[in-house]
C-alpha cells in the first residue's frame, strides 16, 4: 500500500482555477472598468498585502508587530528619495523603498527579537516611532510638513504613455492604471509566496516556532533564522508596497506615511475580522473592511465605532475570524496548507 502527503484538495483545486481566472480579469478590468472602481480595488489589494503580510510574522510566526507603519513610511521616504534627490523614475524607485525597509528591519528585529509577547509588539511600536521622529528632520524631503513627487516626476511615468494611448486614457487615469496594475502584480507574487513558504519545510518550522519555541529548538529547528528570514522578507515586501502606494498619491508627510492607524491598527482589523493563521482571512477581511468603508466613513465617529463593534463581536463569536467560522462549519480550506496523508491501494494506481 502506498503513502501520499498533500496538501491540495478540491476546494482547493477549483479555488486556483477560480483565482487564475481573476487575475486575468484583473489584467484586463482597465480596458472597461471606471476609474473609481480601479482605485478601489488599488485599496484592496495593497491593504490585502499589508494585510497578508501581518498575518504571515503574527499569524503563522507567533510575532505579533505594532510597527509595520515604520517600512510602509520609510519605503515611502525611500521612493521619493530616489525621486527627489537622485532623479529616478518613480515605478524603479519603488525597489529602493523595499531596500530601506529591508535595512531598517535589521536593527529592528536585532532589538525586538530580545523582547517576548507584548513587549515585543510595544517594541516594535517604539522603534517606528523612533523612525517616524528622525525622518521629520529630514529637511530635503519637507522635514515635518511632507512634500510631493514633481510634475515632472508624475507626468513621465514609465509605461503611462503607453497604458494612456492603449485605453484611451489621460494621463492621471493612466497612472492610476500603472498602479493598479502594480498592486495586483504584489498582492498575487506575496500570497503566491507565501503558500509556497508555508508548504515548505521552513513553513513547517516557522510553524513549529510560533507553537513552542524551545521545543522547536530541541527537536533541530533554527528557530533565530526562521524568524529572522520570516521578518525581513515581510519588511521588504512591506516596503514595496509602501513605495507603490506613495507613487500613486504622489504626496507624503511624516504622519501619513507612518501612521500607526492607517497602516497597522487596520491591517490587523483586517486580518483579525477575517482570520488570523489562514491565508484565506485576510483575503474575506480585506473585503468587509472596504464594505465598511464605504458604507461608514462619511460618518466620521459612526465609522470608528462600527469598526470597534464588529471587531468585538467578532472576537466573542467567532475567536478565529469570519473565515475560521466558516472553515469549521464547512471544512472548506481553499489555500491549504495542512499536510495530509491519503493510502493508495494497489488499484488506486
Given at each position: 500500500m502506498a503513502h501520499l502527503v498533500t496538501t491540495r484538495t478540491r476546494?482547493?483545486?477549483?479555488?486556483?482555477?477560480?483565482?487564475?481566472?481573476?487575475?486575468?480579469?484583473?489584467?484586463?478590468?482597465?480596458?472597461?472598468?471606471?476609474?473609481?472602481?480601479?482605485?478601489?480595488?488599488?485599496?484592496?489589494?495593497?491593504?490585502?498585502?499589508?494585510?497578508?503580510?501581518?498575518?504571515?510574522?503574527?499569524?503563522?510566526?507567533?510575532?505579533?508587530?505594532?510597527?509595520?507603519?515604520?517600512?510602509?513610511?520609510?519605503?515611502?521616504?525611500?521612493?521619493?528619495?530616489?525621486?527627489?534627490?537622485?532623479?529616478?523614475?518613480?515605478?524603479?524607485?519603488?525597489?529602493?523603498?523595499?531596500?530601506?525597509?529591508?535595512?531598517?528591519?535589521?536593527?529592528?528585529?536585532?532589538?525586538?527579537?530580545?523582547?517576548?509577547?507584548?513587549?515585543?509588539?510595544?517594541?516594535?511600536?517604539?522603534?517606528?516611532?523612533?523612525?517616524?521622529?528622525?525622518?521629520?528632520?529630514?529637511?530635503?524631503?519637507?522635514?515635518?510638513?511632507?512634500?510631493?513627487?514633481?510634475?515632472?516626476?508624475?507626468?513621465?511615468?514609465?509605461?503611462?504613455?503607453?497604458?494612456?494611448?492603449?485605453?484611451?486614457?489621460?494621463?492621471?487615469?493612466?497612472?492610476?492604471?500603472?498602479?493598479?496594475?502594480?498592486?495586483?502584480?504584489?498582492?498575487?507574487?506575496?500570497?503566491?509566496?507565501?503558500?509556497?513558504?508555508?508548504?515548505?519545510?521552513?513553513?513547517?518550522?516557522?510553524?513549529?516556532?510560533?507553537?513552542?519555541?524551545?521545543a522547536a529548538q530541541s527537536v533541530g529547528v533554527d528557530a533565530r533564522r526562521v524568524k529572522w528570514l520570516v521578518f525581513l522578507a515581510a519588511a521588504l515586501m512591506t516596503g514595496l508596497v509602501g513605495a507603490l502606494i506613495y507613487v500613486q498619491t504622489a504626496r507624503i508627510s511624516p504622519d501619513a506615511a507612518f501612521s500607526v492607524t492607517n497602516w497597522t491598527a487596520y491591517v490587523i482589523f483586517i486580518a483579525v475580522i477575517g482570520g488570523i493563521g489562514r491565508l484565506e482571512g485576510p483575503v474575506l477581511g480585506v473585503l468587509v473592511f472596504w464594505a465598511l468603508q464605504t458604507a461608514f466613513a462619511d460618518y466620521g465617529a459612526i465609522y470608528l465605532l462600527a469598526l470597534g463593534l464588529l471587531a468585538i463581536v467578532t472576537m466573542l463569536f467567532a475567536p478565529r475570524g469570519l473565515w475560521g467560522l466558516i472553515a469549521d462549519r464547512t471544512g472548506l480550506a481553499l489555500f491549504p496548507v495542512q499536510r495530509r496523508l491519503i493510502l493508495k491501494g494497489p488499484s488506486d494506481g
Open positions: 476546494a482547493s483545486t477549483v479555488a486556483a482555477v477560480i483565482a487564475l481566472g481573476l487575475v486575468a480579469l484583473g489584467l484586463i478590468l482597465p480596458a472597461f472598468a471606471s476609474r473609481s472602481l480601479i482605485q478601489d480595488l488599488f485599496f484592496i489589494l495593497t491593504m490585502l498585502t499589508l494585510a497578508q503580510l501581518w498575518n504571515l510574522i503574527a499569524g503563522f510566526g507567533g510575532m505579533v508587530s505594532v510597527g509595520q507603519q515604520a517600512f510602509v513610511g520609510i519605503g515611502a521616504y525611500a521612493m521619493f528619495a530616489g525621486v527627489i534627490l537622485w532623479g529616478w523614475d518613480p515605478v524603479p524607485a519603488i525597489l529602493l523603498g523595499g531596500l530601506a525597509a529591508l535595512l531598517l528591519a535589521i536593527p529592528m528585529a536585532f532589538f525586538a527579537f530580545r523582547l517576548q509577547g507584548a513587549y515585543f509588539a510595544i517594541g516594535t511600536w517604539v522603534i517606528a516611532e523612533v523612525t517616524r521622529l528622525l525622518v521629520a528632520q529630514w529637511k530635503t524631503l519637507g522635514g515635518g510638513t511632507g512634500t510631493s513627487l514633481p510634475r515632472e516626476a508624475t507626468s513621465d511615468i514609465i509605461g503611462v504613455a503607453a497604458i494612456a494611448d492603449l485605453f484611451g486614457l489621460r494621463d492621471a487615469a493612466a497612472r492610476d492604471v500603472m498602479a493598479y496594475w502594480l498592486a495586483l502584480l504584489l498582492a498575487v507574487g506575496t500570497m503566491a509566496a507565501i503558500h509556497a513558504l508555508l508548504r515548505s519545510r521552513t513553513g513547517l518550522a516557522l510553524a513549529a516556532v510560533r507553537d513552542n519555541d524551545n
